[in-house]
C-alpha cells in the first residue's frame, strides 16, 4: 500500500494567496487501486482570476527586472529542488498515474528536472537579426529585433507524463521571461502543486508559478483559457479539445502552441535488425500502457518477414508483466480512469466485430487483491483489418497494435501518411539511402530511423496535419514565448 487510507489535499497556488476553504474538492484517484489518493480543490472563475492578475503583476515585478544569467540561475535551482525530492515526485506521479517505477525514474522524473536545466540557457544563445538599408533621403538606418517576453502564459496539460509535459512548457516560458498558469489534468494533479513548493524553495516570486485545478469545459480549463488577461495558450492533449482551445482563444486572438493526438505509423524493412527492431517496438506498442503520443499504433510489416514480426512482437508482449507500479519487476500499468478503459475496451470490441485477427490479448485483467480496484487492460496485437477500419483510424490510446504486411517502399509509404494525424513515425531498414529517401516522405513532425522516442531536447517537437500547431524544443520554443520586435534606426 502507498496510497494511505487518509487522502491529503491538493490545493490551487494563486501567487502567494490561498483560496478560501470552502471550495468544491474532487477526487484524485489511484488507477492502480481505484483508491482516492488526494482531494483537489476545485478552481472557480474567481481563483482563476486572481491566477492571472498574480502572473500579471509577477511580469512587472522581480522577475521582469531579473538578467538572464540571474534567470538561468534560477531555472537551474528548479531543478536541483526537482532532484533533491526525487523520491517525492516519484510517489506522486506512480499514485496518480499508475506507471512503473522504471518508467518514472528513468523517464518521467528527470525529464522533469532536465527540461529546466536544458532551456536555462536558450535565450542567451539566440542572436537576433541585423540588418543596414539606405532611407529615400539617402541616408543611412538601420534595423535589429528585439524578442520580449509574451506574457502571461496559460499551460494546459494532459494525464500521461504529468511532469514531463508540464516542465516541457513550464521551462522554457519562464526561461524567456514570462509567467504562468498551469492547468494539470483533473486525473493527474499532484506534481504540479509538488513543483510549486519547488519554486519557492528555489526563491522563484510568488505570482510567477500558479496552478488551478479542475477539469476543461465549465470548469478551471474553459475559465483560464477564455481569460482575458493570459497571452497565449499552450496546450498538449485530444485534438479535439485543441479546436474548443482554439475557439477560445480566437476572443482576443491569443497565439497558441498545440500538440495533439496521433495515430502513429511504423514501417519495418525485411532488411533491418530484426531482433533490434522488435526489442525497441515493445517499447513503442506497450510503454506506459500504450499512453504516450508518440506511441505506434499501426505497424506496416514488408512481406518477407511478416510472420516472423508478428511472432516476435506477440512473444515480448506475453513478457509484459502488470502488477504493483512500485515494484522494479512490473512492465504494465494500469489505463488511467474508468472512463478511459471503457473507451480502449470499445475499440478491443470494434476490432474484433471488424474481423480482426486477435494474435494476443483483447480483453480485460483481472487482478487480485489492492489491485482488483484498478483498470488493467491486456496488451493486443491485431493483424487482418483493412486501413479503413476504425482501429487503423482513430487514436485508442492503450496497449494495442495493428500489424499489417506491404510489399514495397512507396505502398509502406502511402499507407503510414493515409492518416489525419501527423505527430510521429519510425522505420526500420539497415539501407542507409532508404532511411533517409523514405524519413522524407514521411508526413510527420518527427521521424526516428532504427530507434524509438530518442529524445534531443534542442531539437523541433511537434506535428503536422491535426497533430499540432508550432514547435517547441531548442530555440523553436522562442516562437511561441517570445515577441519578436523590429526597432529601426534612422541616423
Ligand atoms: P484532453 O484533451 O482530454 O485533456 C488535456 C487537458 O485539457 C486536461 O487538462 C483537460 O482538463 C483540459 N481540457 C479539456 N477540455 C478543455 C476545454 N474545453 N478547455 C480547456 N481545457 C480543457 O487530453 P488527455 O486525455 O489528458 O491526454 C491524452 C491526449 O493527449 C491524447 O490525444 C494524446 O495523443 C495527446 N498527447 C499529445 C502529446 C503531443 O506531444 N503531441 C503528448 C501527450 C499527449
Redesign the pocket.
Given at each position: 500500500m502507498h496510497g494511505g487510507n487518509n487522502p491529503g489535499r491538493i490545493r490551487n497556488v494563486l501567487g502567494g494567496a490561498q483560496s478560501e476553504s470552502d471550495r468544491h474538492f474532487f477526487e484524485d484517484i489511484n488507477p492502480a487501486t481505484g483508491e482516492v489518493v488526494a482531494l483537489v480543490e476545485e478552481a472557480t472563475r474567481e481563483d482563476v482570476d486572481r491566477a492571472v492578475t498574480a502572473a500579471r503583476a509577477a511580469l512587472k515585478g522581480p522577475w521582469g527586472k531579473l538578467t538572464q544569467d540571474e534567470r538561468a540561475r534560477a531555472l537551474n535551482r528548479i531543478a536541483d529542488g526537482i532532484e533533491v525530492r526525487f523520491d517525492d515526485f516519484l510517489k506522486a506521479e506512480i499514485l496518480d498515474t499508475g506507471k512503473p517505477v522504471t518508467m518514472a525514474s528513468h523517464l518521467d522524473i528527470p525529464r522533469g528536472a532536465a527540461n529546466f536545466r536544458a532551456f536555462a540557457e536558450l535565450p542567451k544563445h539566440h542572436s537576433g537579426e541585423f540588418f543596414q538599408m539606405k532611407a529615400p533621403d539617402g541616408g543611412d538606418a538601420f534595423n535589429y529585433s528585439l524578442r520580449s517576453p509574451r506574457g502571461v502564459i496559460a499551460v494546459?496539460?494532459?494525464?500521461?507524463?504529468p511532469l514531463l509535459?508540464m516542465t516541457w512548457k513550464v521551462a522554457p516560458a519562464l526561461a524567456c521571461g514570462n509567467t504562468v498558469v498551469v492547468?494539470?489534468?483533473?486525473?493527474t494533479p499532484a506534481t504540479a502543486t509538488l513543483l510549486a513548493e519547488v519554486m519557492r524553495d528555489a526563491g522563484i516570486p510568488d505570482g510567477v508559478y500558479n496552478v488551478v485545478n479542475?477539469?476543461?469545459?465549465g470548469?478551471?480549463?474553459?475559465f483560464?483559457?477564455e481569460h482575458p488577461g493570459v497571452d497565449g495558450i499552450t496546450?498538449?492533449?485530444?485534438?479535439?479539445?485543441?479546436e474548443?482551445?482554439m475557439a477560445?482563444a480566437a476572443k482576443g486572438v491569443r497565439p497558441v502552441s498545440?500538440?495533439?493526438?496521433?495515430k502513429n505509423a511504423g514501417l519495418v524493412f525485411a532488411d533491418c535488425d530484426l531482433d533490434k527492431a522488435l526489442d525497441q517496438t515493445v517499447r513503442a506498442v506497450f510503454m506506459n500502457a500504450g499512453?504516450?503520443?508518440?506511441q505506434t499504433e499501426r505497424l506496416f510489416v514488408e512481406r518477407p518477414i511478416f510472420e516472423r514480426f508478428v511472432e516476435g512482437l506477440a512473444a515480448r508482449a506475453r513478457q509484459q508483466k502488470p502488477g504493483d507500479p512500485f515494484d522494479k519487476t512490473t512492465s504494465l500499468g494500469p489505463l488511467?480512469s474508468d472512463e478511459?478503459l471503457k473507451k480502449v475496451t470499445g475499440y478491443y470490441g470494434k476490432a474484433q466485430a471488424a474481423g480482426a485477427e486477435v494474435v494476443i490479448g483483447g480483453g480485460t485483467i483481472r487482478m487480485t487483491d489492492e489491485f482488483a480496484g484498478g483498470h488493467w487492460i491486456e496488451p493486443t496485437i491485431w493483424t487482418g483489418l483493412s486501413d479503413e477500419s476504425e482501429i487503423m483510424r482513430e487514436?485508442i490510446?492503450g496497449p494495442c497494435v495493428h500489424i499489417s504486411p506491404f510489399d514495397g517502399e512507396d505502398e509502406a509509404i502511402a499507407r503510414a501518411n493515409a492518416s489525419e494525424y501527423g505527430?510521429a513515425s519510425m522505420l526500420w531498414t539497415q539501407d542507409l539511402s532508404r532511411a533517409h529517401r523514405v524519413a522524407a516522405q514521411l508526413e510527420t513532425g518527427i521521424t526516428w530511423v532504427n530507434s524509438w522516442f530518442l529524445r534531443d531536447l534542442r531539437t523541433p517537437?511537434?506535428?503536422m496535419k491535426h497533430?499540432?500547431i508550432g514547435r517547441e524544443g531548442g530555440v523553436h520554443g522562442l516562437e511561441f514565448y517570445t515577441e519578436l520586435r523590429n526597432v529601426c534606426v534612422k541616423i
Open positions: 494546459i496539460c494532459p494525464w500521461n507524463l509535459l492547468k494539470p489534468s483533473e486525473e479542475g477539469y476543461g469545459p470548469s478551471a480549463g474553459q483560464l483559457t496546450f498538449t492533449g485530444e485534438t479535439r479539445t485543441g474548443a482551445i477560445a498545440f500538440e495533439l493526438g496521433g499512453q504516450v503520443c508518440l488511467i478511459h487514436e490510446f505527430l517537437f511537434g506535428g497533430s499540432g
